[in-house]
């Protein structure tokens, strides 16, 4: 449990780039491993939830391996001839990986244990467990529908209507997966639009869908069975982790940083809208596409930053940035009152009630409601800090450390965080490159 105490910093400056996207990573890897052939993914997070990822797929059958320059190269098992994994897949922290992963393993008929760490052990797996099951799956999960849990896949499954009754891209996922080496055509209902990485990647690696909109919400079909032909896939930098550097760029004076490469997939860039709407000085400098993925340079300047009322219907869209924003809005000046938030308790930990005790020992005003944090800024005063021998609970939530950390930075005593080993979950390069950021 190494913890650590980030601590006041200088402007952060110069031109950093933040690491692969992990949902298009995880995306990456599976679809390259069900496909016949050879792939190449470039730009690949290289973090423990894409590790597992990894692990899992080749014990699908695919064969992975890292190249000398630094690309990945996946020689796919093939939809329909996957291996059964011969132990338990260990996800981890991750529930992207368990999330998806089960929709492959529905639709294939074999049988398949999933396990996961403490927080992991704790997410809901029921919102998965239904529509796989309506597929034809039968999945035995731990009272309550969390992992432990197996999957005994059906060949062929039953393709399926389904109407998402929560706003969840790993829903959605899980179910287009499944619906790969599905005969027929499934369709996934989307009211409130999501990530589509899935259905952007799918239709790049050759699988027959159509997405489109019927009576204001989003209808995804696909045609199985599929066959995914290899590609090249460049992943693009990850707007979840670009978010901490534009949130720590805002908050400290004198700061002028440049992000390159960061996806701004509309379905994922909720935050640069909120950042904005709070006064944050963002540009986006050479617009281009990467991956069938629209990225951006990013320019973030120190600004002034107010609070604000944030939309209940930007949250999808920036569904893992609230830890972050949450520290924005505490130096904001002002209060910024969010809502809407129901699935960040259901996160890597509950991001509500976890985020509310650590900004309020950092000296922040924060006050808890139902589905949300109402927070009182400072006016862009530094927070107090974290006291001595008090250090904010990370719970195994990556997000939560680096938020905290970010908040450091901007505090006068500095905060410490207890545990930074879950940040290799997601961004393993996030203290050197903020030490660096910060230092010039
Ligand atoms: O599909 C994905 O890659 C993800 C979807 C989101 O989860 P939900 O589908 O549970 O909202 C997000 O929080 C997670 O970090 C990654
Ligand atoms: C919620 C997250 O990931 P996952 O659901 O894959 O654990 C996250 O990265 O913030």
Same mark, same amino acid.
């Not at 995880?26 to 597992?52: C, K, N, P, Q, Y």
């Not at 690696?205 to 019927?214: I, K, M, P």
């Given at each position: +449990?190494?913890?650590?105490?980030?601590?006041?910093?200088?402007?952060?400056? /110069?031109?950093?780039?933040?690491?692969?996207?992990?949902?298009?990573?995880?995306?990456?890897?599976?679809?390259? /491993?069900?496909?016949?052939?050879?792939?190449?993914?470039?730009?690949?997070?290289?973090?423990?939830?894409?590790?597992?990822?990894?692990?899992?797929?080749?014990?699908? !059958?695919?064969?992975?391996?890292?190249?000398?320059?630094? *690309?990945?190269?996946?020689?796919?098992?093939?939809?329909?001839?996957?291996?059964?994994?011969?132990?338990?897949?260990?996800?981890?922290?991750?529930?992207?990986?368990?999330?998806?992963?089960?929709?492959?393993?529905?639709?294939?008929?074999?049988?398949?244990?999933?396990?996961?760490?403490?927080?992991?052990? /704790?997410?809901? +797996?029921?919102?998965?467990?239904?529509?796989?099951?309506?597929?034809?799956?039968?999945?035995?999960?731990?009272?309550?529908?969390?992992?432990?849990? +197996?999957?005994?896949?059906?060949?062929?499954?039953?393709?399926?209507?389904?109407?998402?009754?929560?706003? *969840?891209?790993?829903?959605?996922?899980?179910?287009?997966?499944?619906?790969?080496?599905?005969?027929?055509?499934?369709?996934?209902?989307?009211?409130?639009?999501?990530?589509?990485?899935?259905?952007?990647?799918?239709?790049?690696?050759?699988?027959?869908?159509?997405?489109?909109?019927?009576?204001?919400?989003?209808?995804?079909?696909?045609?199985?069975?599929?066959?995914?032909?290899?590609?090249?896939?460049?992943?693009?930098?990850?707007?979840?982790?670009?978010?901490?550097?534009?949130?720590? =760029?805002?908050?400290?004076?004198?700061?002028?940083?440049?992000?390159?490469?960061?996806?701004?997939?509309?379905?994922?860039?909720?935050?640069?809208?909120?950042?904005?709407?709070?006064?944050?000085?963002?540009?986006?400098?050479?617009?281009?596409?990467?991956?069938?993925?629209?990225?951006?340079?990013?320019?973030?300047?120190?600004?002034?930053?107010?609070?604000?009322?944030?939309?209940?219907?930007?949250?999808?869209?920036?569904?893992?940035?609230?830890?972050?924003?949450?520290?924005?809005?505490?130096?904001?000046?002002?209060?910024?009152?969010?809502?809407?938030?129901?699935?960040?308790?259901?996160?890597?930990?509950?991001?509500?009630?976890?985020?509310?005790?650590?900004?309020?020992?950092?000296?922040?005003?924060?006050?808890?409601?139902?589905?949300?944090?109402?927070?009182?800024?400072?006016?862009?005063?530094?927070?107090?800090?974290?006291?001595? !021998?008090?250090?904010?609970?990370?719970?195994?939530?990556?997000?939560?450390?680096? *938020?905290? /950390?970010?908040?450091?930075?901007?505090?006068?005593?500095?905060?410490?965080?207890?545990?930074?080993?879950?940040? =290799?979950?997601?961004?393993?390069?996030?203290?050197?490159?903020?030490?660096?950021?910060?230092?010039?």
């Amino acid at each position: +449990m190494p913890a650590k105490t980030f601590i006041a910093s200088g402007p952060l400056k /110069g031109r950093i780039q933040v690491p692969g996207d992990k949902s298009i990573s995880h995306r990456a890897l599976m679809f390259a /491993g069900l496909a016949v052939g050879t792939s190449r993914i470039t730009g690949l997070l290289e973090g423990e939830d894409v590790l597992a990822t990894a692990a899992a797929m080749r014990q699908f !059958g695919a064969s992975i391996a890292r190249e000398d320059d630094g *690309s990945w190269r996946v020689e796919g098992a093939g939809l329909g001839s996957l291996l059964e994994p011969r132990t338990h897949l260990d996800m981890g922290n991750s529930g992207t990986s368990t999330r998806l992963l089960m929709g492959l393993a529905a639709s294939h008929a074999m049988t398949c244990v999933f396990t996961g760490d403490a927080s992991l052990s /704790g997410r809901p +797996m029921n919102r998965v467990i239904a529509p796989l099951a309506q597929m034809g799956a039968q999945i035995e999960a731990a009272s309550g529908g969390t992992l432990p849990l +197996m999957v005994r896949g059906l060949t062929p499954a039953v393709p399926i209507t389904y109407r998402l009754p929560i706003a *969840s891209a790993q829903v959605k996922s899980a179910v287009l997966i499944a619906a790969l080496n599905t005969p027929g055509i499934t369709r996934v209902i989307e009211p409130v639009a999501t990530r589509d990485h899935t259905e952007r990647m799918l239709a790049g690696f050759g699988a027959r869908l159509e997405t489109g909109e019927e009576n204001g919400e989003r209808v995804i079909a696909l045609h199985g069975e599929a066959d995914l032909a290899p590609m090249d896939v460049c992943v693009p930098g990850d707007p979840s982790s670009a978010a901490f550097f534009l949130v720590a =760029a805002s908050i400290v004076p004198g700061s002028d940083l440049t992000i390159a490469n960061v996806g701004l997939n509309p379905t994922r860039a909720g935050i640069v809208t909120a950042l904005r709407q709070m006064g944050a000085d963002i540009t986006e400098d050479n617009p281009r596409e990467v991956g069938g993925e629209p990225v951006a340079d990013l320019r973030v300047r120190h600004a002034n930053l107010a609070g604000i009322d944030v939309d209940p219907a930007i949250v999808p869209s920036m569904i893992d940035e609230f830890p972050a924003l949450f520290v924005a809005a505490a130096l904001a000046r002002g209060t910024t009152r969010t809502s809407g938030l129901a699935e960040l308790r259901v996160k890597e930990s509950d991001r509500i009630a976890v985020m509310a005790r650590a900004l309020a020992l950092a000296g922040a005003r924060v006050e808890e409601t139902e589905n949300g944090l109402t927070i009182h800024g400072t006016g862009g005063d530094p927070l107090p800090g974290t006291r001595e !021998g008090a250090s904010v609970a990370t719970e195994l939530d990556h997000r939560i450390a680096m *938020s905290m /950390g970010v908040a450091g930075l901007a505090s006068t005593r500095g905060v410490q965080v207890d545990d930074t080993a879950p940040i =290799a979950t997601s961004f393993p390069d996030f203290i050197p490159l903020l030490e660096r950021a910060s230092s010039r």
